[in-house]
C-alpha cells in the first residue's frame, strides 16, 4: 500500500510539472483537451476490457459533474503553472483537500483538533506565500494567486464528486472514463468557442509543434489517469488516512523538478508558504 501511494504521488507530481511545462508553449486549453483526450481512450479501453459498463448507475451523475468542473480547474491550474513557480503554485493548489473537508463541515461533520490545525497552517502558508505580490524581486504575480485558487477549488470539487461516483474498482474505472469524456466535451466546446473569439487553439509553430508535443501530452494523460488508478488501489489495501497522507507529497514532486530541470529558485518566504500549505494539507489528511 505504501509503495502504490508514494508512485501515486510520484505520478501526480510529473503529471503536474509536465503540464505546467506544456504550457509555456502550447495554449492551456489546448493541453487539457489534447491530454485529457489522449487518457479517455485509453480509459475505454480499459472499460471495455473489465466490463465496467455493467456498474453503470445513478451514481455517474457524480462523475458527470466531475468532468464538467475539471477542465475548468485544470485550466486555470495549468495557466497558474505557465505564470508562476511551480515550487509555489503546486503546494498551494494542493489545498484543493480542504474541499472534501468543507464540505463534510457543511453535512454536519465536526473535525478534531489536529483539522481545524491543518486549515489554520494552510491558510498561514496561503498568505505567506502571496504577500510578495506587491514587492516584486520574485513575488508571485496576483493573477497567477488567483488562477491557484480557482484551481484549488475546482480540483477539490472534483475530489468530492469522484468519491461519491464509485464503490468497486471496476466502477471507478468507469467513472473515470466519464469524468474524463466530460472533460474532452466540456473542453472541446470551451476551445472552439475560444478558437471562435479568435483565441490562438495552435502554438506559434503551428500544427507541426503540437504533433512534436504529443509524447509529452500522451504522458501528461496517462500519469494522471495511472495516479487516480494505484491512489484507488493504495485506499483500499490499507488505511485511507495513510494513503492520502503520502499521495499528497505530490507537489514535492513538481517543486524538486522544477528545481532540477529549470532551476527555480524560490525566496526564502514563498518556500516558507509553500512548505506551510504543503504541511496544512497533510495535517488534514491525517485527521
Same mark, same amino acid.
Given at each position: 500500500?505504501?509503495?502504490? $501511494? +508514494? @508512485?501515486?504521488? !510520484? *505520478?501526480? #507530481?510529473?503529471?503536474?510539472? %509536465? &503540464? =505546467?511545462?506544456?504550457?509555456? /508553449? ?95 497552517? $494552510? +491558510? @498561514?502558508?496561503? !498568505? *505567506?506565500? #502571496?504577500?510578495?505580490?506587491? %514587492? &516584486? =524581486?520574485?513575488?508571485?504575480? /496576483? ?115 522544477? /528545481? ?28
Amino acid at each position: 500500500m505504501v509503495a502504490l $501511494a +508514494l @508512485v501515486t504521488s !510520484l *505520478l501526480w #507530481g510529473l503529471a503536474d510539472f %509536465g &503540464g =505546467g511545462l506544456l504550457t509555456r /508553449r502550447l495554449p492551456a486549453l489546448t493541453v487539457v483537451v489534447a491530454s485529457q483526450t489522449l487518457a479517455t481512450v485509453v480509459l475505454g479501453a480499459i472499460v471495455v476490457a473489465t466490463g465496467a459498463w455493467s456498474e453503470a448507475g445513478a451514481r455517474l451523475w457524480f462523475a458527470v459533474a466531475a468532468g464538467v468542473v475539471g477542465p475548468l480547474a485544470m485550466l486555470l491550474f495549468y495557466r497558474a503553472l505557465a505564470l508562476g513557480p511551480m515550487g509555489v503554485v503546486s503546494p498551494l493548489t494542493a489545498t484543493a483537500l480542504a474541499v472534501p473537508v468543507g464540505l463534510a463541515l457543511f453535512l454536519g461533520e465536526r473535525p478534531g483538533p489536529v483539522q481545524y490545525a491543518g486549515m489554520a497552517v $494552510a +491558510l @498561514v502558508g496561503v !498568505l *505567506l506565500a #502571496g504577500g510578495l505580490t506587491r %514587492g &516584486g =524581486g520574485g513575488g508571485v504575480p /496576483r493573477r497567477t494567486l488567483l488562477y491557484t485558487a480557482g484551481a484549488a477549488l475546482g480540483l477539490g470539487a472534483v475530489l468530492a464528486l469522484i468519491a461519491e461516483a464509485s464503490t468497486t474498482v471496476t466502477g471507478l474505472f468507469l467513472a473515470l472514463f466519464v469524468q474524463r469524456l466530460c472533460n474532452v466535451l466540456t473542453g472541446g466546446a470551451a476551445l472552439w468557442a475560444a478558437a471562435r473569439r479568435g483565441a490562438p487553439v495552435l502554438p506559434e509553430g503551428g500544427r507541426e509543434l503540437l504533433v512534436a508535443a504529443l509524447p509529452s501530452l500522451t504522458f501528461v494523460g496517462l500519469a494522471d489517469v495511472a495516479a487516480n488508478g494505484t491512489y484507488a488501489l493504495a485506499a483500499r489495501m490499507g488505511p485511507v488516512t495513510v494513503a492520502v497522507v503520502l499521495a499528497s507529497l505530490y507537489p514535492v514532486v513538481t517543486a524538486l523538478a522544477a /528545481r532540477g530541470v529549470l532551476r527555480e529558485r524560490l525566496l526564502a518566504a514563498q518556500a516558507a508558504g509553500a512548505g506551510l500549505a504543503l504541511a496544512g494539507t497533510l495535517l488534514l489528511a491525517v485527521s
